[in-house]
C-alpha cells in the first residue's frame, strides 16, 4: 500500500511559478515510479511528468516540455513538480500517482496509487 497527499497548489498569475509536493508514505519510496496528471474541468485526466524510481529517467508532456520540471527526494519520499512560465491553459487539479508494477509510463491506467489532488489557478 501507497498513500499520497499532494500539496503547493493555489492561484498564481500567467508567467509564475508554483512548486507542488507529494509526500508518500507505506511501501519503500525509492522502489517505484513516480508521476504527475492533471484534470481540467469536462477533460480527461491527462499525463504530464513521470520519474524513475531512482530519479535518473524523466519524461515529460510536450505542453510542459521546457516549463516543467519533475524531481524527488527519496530520502524524504517526496516527489516535487516545479512549473514555471505557468499558463491559463495550465489550470486543473494535479495529481501524483505511484506505479509500483509497471515500471513507469504516460497512461494512468499504469497507476495503481493516487494522491487526492491539488488545485492549481493560472490567471491571464
Known amino acids: 500500500q501507497v498513500q499520497l497527499v499532494e500539496s503547493g497548489g493555489g492561484l498564481v498569475q500567467a508567467g509564475g511559478s508554483l512548486r507542488l509536493s507529494c509526500a508518500a508514505s507505506?511501501?519503500?519510496?525509492?522502489?517505484?515510479?513516480m508521476g504527475w496528471f492533471r484534470q481540467a474541468p469536462g477533460k480527461e485526466r491527462e499525463f504530464v511528468a513521470a520519474?524513475?524510481?531512482?530519479?535518473?529517467?524523466?519524461y515529460y508532456a510536450d505542453s510542459v516540455k521546457g516549463r516543467f520540471t519533475i524531481s524527488r527526494d527519496n530520502a524524504k519520499n517526496t516527489v516535487y513538480l516545479q512549473m514555471n512560465s505557468l499558463k491559463p491553459e495550465d489550470t486543473a487539479v494535479y495529481y501524483c500517482a505511484a506505479d509500483t508494477k509497471t515500471g513507469w509510463g504516460t497512461s494512468p491506467y499504469e497507476y495503481d496509487y493516487w494522491g487526492q489532488g491539488t488545485q492549481v489557478t493560472v490567471s491571464s
Open positions: 507505506g511501501r519503500t519510496f525509492s522502489s517505484y515510479a
Open positions: 520519474i524513475s524510481w531512482s530519479g535518473g529517467s524523466t
